[in-house]
């Protein structure tokens, strides 16, 4: 079955520190991997998707096939970094996302 | 565009009774998932709405059920409710006919339901 880890459950750091949130897949196939974003009382949004491979506020996330690995990684976390952030996995266009636990990012000064 | 829209935004039931939780999607967008976010958990998926059909369901027990309307709003219906049912119950919708961003789920604001 498709899994999604997220190991750490909180990330802290200093501001202008790099940062690197990790996730790791189970699935045998070729998924796509996104990462979501959800800031302190807003909804859940699509921060990047593997298929992109664009940067999006300074985020960058590479697919590691064989690691099954898909890390999202910034150089220098800002304070309007801290948010919880979760990995999700799609085995197929248009089918349902299957989400890991999230970690929570907090950066401070 | 308010984009995806939920209601209502709390509510609280007793064990056993129904409950149903509304959605609608983002102008322009034709399918509806709906997911349910226990506290320290990601979301997980319960089913999925296309065509005012049921086309993607997760392991949620049938007391789960959907509709979705000509006009692509969605309903989640719980039956006989459980203590462990107090999530926090997503909707998210997209679109199987754009020609770029097809398949981007956008989410709403979710509802909190808490069974006592």
């Known amino acids: 079955a498709q899994r999604v880890t997220q190991p750490e459950k909180l990330l802290s750091v200093f501001k202008g520190a790099p940062v690197e949130l990790k996730c790791n897949y189970s699935?045998?196939?070729?998924?796509?991997l996104f990462w979501y974003v959800q800031y302190s009382r807003q909804r859940l949004q699509l921060l990047l998707r593997?298929?992109s491979r664009e940067s999006i506020k300074g985020f960058t996330a590479d697919l590691n096939k064989g690691e099954t690995s898909f890390h999202l990684k910034k150089p220098f976390a800002q304070e309007e970094d801290s948010a919880m952030y979760y990995c999700a996995l799609r085995y197929q266009a248009g089918t349902a996302l299957i989400f890991g636990k999230g970690t929570t990012l907090s950066v401070s000064s | 565009d308010a984009g995806v829209t939920q209601s209502p935004t709390h509510l609280i039931k007793t064990r056993g009774q129904q409950v149903t939780l509304r959605c609608s999607p983002k102008?322009?967008?034709?399918?509806v998932s709906w997911y349910q976010q226990a506290l320290g958990q990601g979301p997980q998926f319960i089913f999925q709405?296309?065509?005012?059909?049921?086309?993607q369901r997760g392991n949620f027990p049938d007391r789960f059920s959907g509709h979705q309307f000509p006009n692509y709003s969605s309903e989640l219906n719980v039956n006989a409710l459980l203590l462990g049912d107090s999530a926090l119950y997503l909707c998210?919708?997209?679109?199987?006919?754009?020609?770029?961003?097809?398949?981007?789920?956008?989410f709403g604001p979710g509802t909190r339901l808490t069974v006592t």
């Open positions: 699935y045998s196939g070729s998924p796509e």
């Open positions: 102008s322009g967008h034709d399918t």
């Open positions: 709405y296309y065509e005012e059909e049921e086309r």
């Open positions: 593997h298929i």
């Open positions: 998210a919708s997209s679109s199987k006919l754009l020609t770029s961003g097809a398949y981007e789920q956008y």
